[in-house]
């Protein structure tokens, strides 16, 4: 069955950098555009980076870009987030999640803490 | 920025319809889709591209979308449909996520 398995969280100074990783299995992650996507302590979703299926192209959020850079190698099935210079809001859940270009994010992580702290 | 506007709580009845809805101007030109979190629990889709349903979903998920609001129906409420739900969609390059709405089956 589809998985997506997060890990890289925890806690991290202000400032400080750390990477994600998302392992997939269970459907062609070559042929899926993927997410990630955070939340922050009783809050809501809040989209994060998203990359192409060929990792031809990045998007991000606003308040991330510049900080973050997602990247994906297809022959390990395997997605990343690099983040740095982090700051107090960046503490949050951070999930991958898996769906095709201007479709839904169809599979999900169930997602890994950072924990940003002063 | 594109900010996507949802009721922060419904409250429905068990077994009646709850609706939950979306707005921003002209989101109909848009495609919608709502995801479903429990606590504790990552999203699942439960509407993509305003109407449609995954498989495994029940026929009592339906969605529509026109004008400036989209909206998420749940007909015949269950307790298990408790949970928060979200409206997302592409603005260009980016995706957005609506603040949620916190759905209470009474």
């Known amino acids: 069955q589809v998985q997506l398995v997060e890990s890289g969280g925890g806690v991290v100074q202000v400032g400080g950098s750390l990477r994600l990783s998302c392992a997939a299995s269970g459907f062609s992650f070559s042929n899926y555009g993927m997410h990630w996507v955070r939340q922050a302590p009783g809050k809501g979703l809040e989209w994060v980076a998203f990359?192409?299926?060929?990792?031809?192209?990045?998007y991000y959020a606003d308040s991330v870009q510049g900080r973050f850079t997602v990247s994906r190698d297809n022959s390990k099935n395997t997605l990343y987030l690099h983040i740095s210079s982090l700051r107090g809001e960046d503490t949050a859940v951070y999930y991958c999640a898996a769906g095709y270009t201007y479709g839904p994010a169809d599979y999900w992580g169930q997602g890994t803490l950072v924990t940003v702290s002063s | 920025s594109y900010e996507l506007t949802q009721p922060l709580s419904v409250s429905v009845a068990l077994g009646q319809t709850a609706r939950i809805t979306c707005a921003v101007d002209?989101?109909?030109?848009?495609?919608v889709h709502w995801y479903q979190q429990k606590p504790g629990q990552a999203p699942v889709v439960v509407i993509y591209?305003?109407?449609r349903r995954p498989s495994g979903i029940p026929e009592r998920f339906s969605g529509s979308n026109s004008g400036n609001t989209a909206t998420l129906t749940i007909s015949r409420a269950q307790a298990g449909d408790e949970a928060d739900y979200y409206c997302q969609l592409w603005d260009g390059n980016t995706v957005v996520f609506g603040g949620g709405t916190k759905l209470t089956v009474l």
């Open positions: 591209r305003d109407s």
């Open positions: 990359i192409r299926y060929d990792g031809s192209d990045e």
């Open positions: 002209n989101i109909g030109s848009k495609n």
